[in-house]
């Protein structure tokens, strides 16, 4: 951290027309914005949520309680603009990308799908490896490059979102893999299993964990072995974002869980992250509390998509404008306390 630029942005914040911390967390995000862009006067650009889709081979055992084809129908859904994310993200000014990182369809050329696509799903983990390191590289890779083109027109904030019937499961191992708590605290309801169906789910995580007999914390390794093709390209995004030290609003379980990979490749990852929320998913808390994470908001989410980072994204715009436009003691002449 660049603790002069830091003692310089909290004299800034101290030094508004009001007593000191009662902005709360705005004030916390306006610091951390300004050291994100090390400047004292941070901005928020060509706002974009990339929302990256795969299908899963594990889906297929009846990890969810609705079938793959659900991953095919949500995208044309996404195009269309008629879901949640369509409508939060158009409120919130910020453009979405739809990118098929490997879903089980083949998709009409469109203007807003980007074509990211590894292949037609990962494999099955309850059998060996979803991916190959040759398939998760190329999948990583390709986040990268939406990165390199979202910040060639100029954006420097980005939020992260998915779509991919049986990825809960997925980001349920990655998490218990790279964070080490315990799996039965990862596993949830998904899309809206009931008692049965999670226990079920947790019976085959488990038996799919411990077929991993050179089971390691490596993240590519662990990421190859059980994530999809859109939680790859999500980790790669996430490692060129920070890297061009663009401010990533990070959603739910889901993305996180590829933020648990990105953040053990490059710890440095961590300091360019705003949590947008506290998802309602089993295990999504843990995660947050791994890295040490306070989220913006609390609403009982847990639809994904990045509908938690559209709904957050004000809030950031609030902190620049503050820290902006806010009238200092000295220039509106009011005395400061004592």
């Given at each position: 951290?660049?603790?002069?630029?830091?003692?310089?942005?909290?004299?800034?914040?101290?030094?508004?027309?009001?007593?000191?911390?009662?902005?709360g967390q705005l004030e916390a995000l306006a610091l951390q914005l300004g050291l994100i862009q090390q400047t004292l006067t941070p901005q928020l650009r060509n706002p974009r949520i990339l929302v990256c889709a795969g299908d899963h081979g594990a889906a297929k055992a009846g990890l969810s309680a609705y079938p793959q084809e659900v991953t095919w129908q949500m995208v044309q859904n996404f195009l269309a603009g008629g879901a949640a994310i369509n409508v939060l993200a158009r409120q919130a000014g910020m453009q979405l990308v739809v990118a098929d990182a490997g879903v089980n369809h083949d998709f009409d050329v469109c203007n807003g799908?980007?074509?990211?696509?590894v292949a037609y799903g990962t494999a099955s983990y309850l059998d060996g490896a979803a991916m190959t390191a040759a398939q998760c590289d190329a999948a990583m890779r390709h986040g990268a490059n939406a990165i390199e083109a979202a910040h060639a027109n100029g954006c420097n904030v980005i939020g992260f979102g998915e779509m991919g019937i049986g990825n809960t499961s997925s980001a349920s191992l990655i998490t218990h893999c790279l964070t080490g708590v315990p799996l039965a605290?990862?596993?949830?309801?998904?899309?809206?299993?009931?008692?049965?169906?999670?226990?079920r789910k947790l019976s085959l995580l488990t038996q799919a964990l411990n077929a991993w007999t050179e089971r390691n914390d490596d993240p590519r390794d662990v990421l190859a072995r059980f994530g999809g093709f859109e939680i790859a390209m999500l980790a790669g995004a996430m490692l060129a974002a920070a890297e061009r030290r663009m401010v990533l609003l990070i959603d739910g379980f889901i993305v996180t869980a590829a933020l648990l990979v990105a953040c053990k490749t490059n710890p440095a990852v961590r300091d360019c992250c705003v949590f947008a929320h506290c998802s309602d998913e089993a295990g999504?808390?843990?995660?947050?509390?791994?890295?040490?994470?306070?989220?913006?908001?609390?609403?009982?989410?847990?639809l994904g998509e990045g509908t938690g980072a559209a709904l957050a994204y004000p809030l950031l715009k609030a902190a620049c404008a503050f820290l902006d436009e806010m009238a200092s003691f000295d220039t509106a002449g009011v005395s400061s306390a004592a």
């Open positions: 951290m660049n603790q002069t630029l830091a003692a310089e942005l909290q004299a800034k914040i101290d030094n508004k027309t009001k007593p000191q911390g009662a902005l799908l980007l074509d990211a696509k605290d990862c596993v949830g309801r998904g899309t809206g299993l009931d008692a049965v169906g999670v226990a999504h808390a843990l995660q947050l509390q791994h890295l040490a994470a306070t989220p913006l908001l609390q609403l009982g989410l847990r």
